[in-house]
């Protein structure tokens, strides 16, 4: 094992356009960008990224020289003849002298956005992809690490200083919770783009559950008009059906995703349920929770449905 993980010689950035690109015999990180790249490592220690569209990595020598591996969303290729090992991201193909190999099935990865949804990860890699990308391959996929937990646009969404600095660029979101927010203490899910177009007719309508684009017309429509950024409750959406609370329990997000894939069309009501009236109502759930009435919701969720309580108005 040759780079494990030793920082590059060279780094390579390609053009907008279609490039072809070729590294040095030494350790390279080559960035293809938007277009359909051709790139060749060139030997040594290589980490590539093609970026969007079609690209091609490029390896001298027959295919049975080199050992080709995906794990979850990065090829490795070891050239068996000295062992060095290259791995690469969002390449659809890969070419040796004597045959190809079809990596289209293979998913995209975004080593930036793996490490802003690992925390812990940050202040190891920060933004340098080409570690993260090894680290999964090393350890992430093994240990089930989440890939695409973080969402660069609801981050955004989040913080009326990032709409304005950085509008709904979600690469730029991830790159700014790397390099400042995780140190600012600032956090990642404070805004759900699916939650935010839960509460809103017109933008169930329009976007039906793509949770990005509701983060996205949040950044660039809905902060300006003045619209909540999340005042839909799936806990209590949940505890105003019967049916949803017998199937979901107290998952919050699974009672917004309901709504906006079917409760909505259904006519169901967001929030039929009375958390104050169940918190008077019920002496030994007061002195558990106080005022806290997504706890009690939580509660009646939970247990006070199967024990027969509810929240039905106390008549004296
Ligand atoms: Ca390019
Ligand atoms: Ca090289």
Same mark, same amino acid.
């Given at each position: 094992m040759v780079r494990p993980y030793i920082a590059p010689i060279n780094k390579i950035v390609g053009s907008a356009g279609n490039d072809?690109? @070729? /590294?040095?015999?030494?350790?390279? $990180?080559?960035?293809? /960008?938007?277009g359909d790249d051709w790139i060749s490592g060139g030997g040594g220690a290589d980490y590539i990224d093609g970026g969007p569209g079609y690209d091609v990595a490029a390896y001298a020598g027959a295919a049975g020289r080199y050992a080709v591996q995906a794990v979850g969303g990065v090829v490795t290729v070891q050239d068996?003849?000295? *062992?060095?090992?290259?791995?690469?991201v969002n390449i659809e193909r890969i070419d040796f $002298?004597?045959?190809?190999?079809d990596l289209s099935?293979?998913?995209? +990865?975004?080593?930036?956005? &793996? #490490?802003?949804?690992?925390?812990?990860?940050?202040? #190891? +890699? *920060?933004? !340098?992809?080409?570690a993260a990308a090894w680290h999964y391959v090393q350890y992430g996929n093994a240990e089930g690490r989440a890939t695409n937990a973080f969402s660069g646009l609801d981050y955004i969404a989040g913080y009326d200083d990032l709409i304005g600095a950085l509008g709904a660029d979600a690469q730029q979101g991830i790159a700014h919770y790397i390099g400042f927010g995780f140190g600012e203490g600032r956090n990642p899910a404070g805004f759900n783009g699916l939650q935010y177009i %839960?509460?809103?007719?017109?933008?169930?309508?329009? +976007? *039906?559950? $793509?949770? @990005?684009? *509701? %983060?996205?017309? &949040?950044?660039q429509y809905g902060n300006a008009e003045g619209r909540q950024r999340g005042d839909f409750n799936g806990l209590q &959406?949940?505890?105003?059906?019967?049916d949803l609370l017998q199937v979901f329990g107290v998952d919050y997000d699974a009672g917004i995703s309901h709504f906006v894939n079917y409760g909505?069309?259904?006519?169901?009501?967001? !929030?039929s349920f009375d958390a104050v009236t169940y918190l008077n109502k019920y002496a030994d759930v007061q002195a558990v929770y106080g005022a806290d009435l $997504?706890?009690?919701? %939580?509660? &009646?969720?939970?247990f006070g449905f199967y024990e027969g309580r509810n929240d039905d108005p106390l008549i004296g």
């Amino acid at each position: 094992m040759v780079r494990p993980y030793i920082a590059p010689i060279n780094k390579i950035v390609g053009s907008a356009g279609n490039d072809r690109i @070729s /590294g040095t015999t030494l350790n390279d $990180d080559i960035y293809g /960008g938007e277009g359909d790249d051709w790139i060749s490592g060139g030997g040594g220690a290589d980490y590539i990224d093609g970026g969007p569209g079609y690209d091609v990595a490029a390896y001298a020598g027959a295919a049975g020289r080199y050992a080709v591996q995906a794990v979850g969303g990065v090829v490795t290729v070891q050239d068996r003849s000295n *062992g060095n090992v290259s791995w690469m991201v969002n390449i659809e193909r890969i070419d040796f $002298d004597n045959g190809q190999v079809d990596l289209s099935g293979v998913p995209g +990865f975004n080593p930036q956005r &793996y #490490v802003a949804s690992n925390p812990d990860l940050i202040p #190891v +890699f *920060g933004i !340098d992809s080409g570690a993260a990308a090894w680290h999964y391959v090393q350890y992430g996929n093994a240990e089930g690490r989440a890939t695409n937990a973080f969402s660069g646009l609801d981050y955004i969404a989040g913080y009326d200083d990032l709409i304005g600095a950085l509008g709904a660029d979600a690469q730029q979101g991830i790159a700014h919770y790397i390099g400042f927010g995780f140190g600012e203490g600032r956090n990642p899910a404070g805004f759900n783009g699916l939650q935010y177009i %839960a509460g809103h007719d017109d933008l169930i309508q329009a +976007f *039906g559950a $793509d949770r @990005s684009a *509701g %983060a996205t017309h &949040y950044i660039q429509y809905g902060n300006a008009e003045g619209r909540q950024r999340g005042d839909f409750n799936g806990l209590q &959406y949940i505890a105003s059906h019967d049916d949803l609370l017998q199937v979901f329990g107290v998952d919050y997000d699974a009672g917004i995703s309901h709504f906006v894939n079917y409760g909505y069309a259904e006519g169901r009501s967001r !929030d039929s349920f009375d958390a104050v009236t169940y918190l008077n109502k019920y002496a030994d759930v007061q002195a558990v929770y106080g005022a806290d009435l $997504d706890a009690a919701t %939580a509660h &009646y969720v939970q247990f006070g449905f199967y024990e027969g309580r509810n929240d039905d108005p106390l008549i004296g």
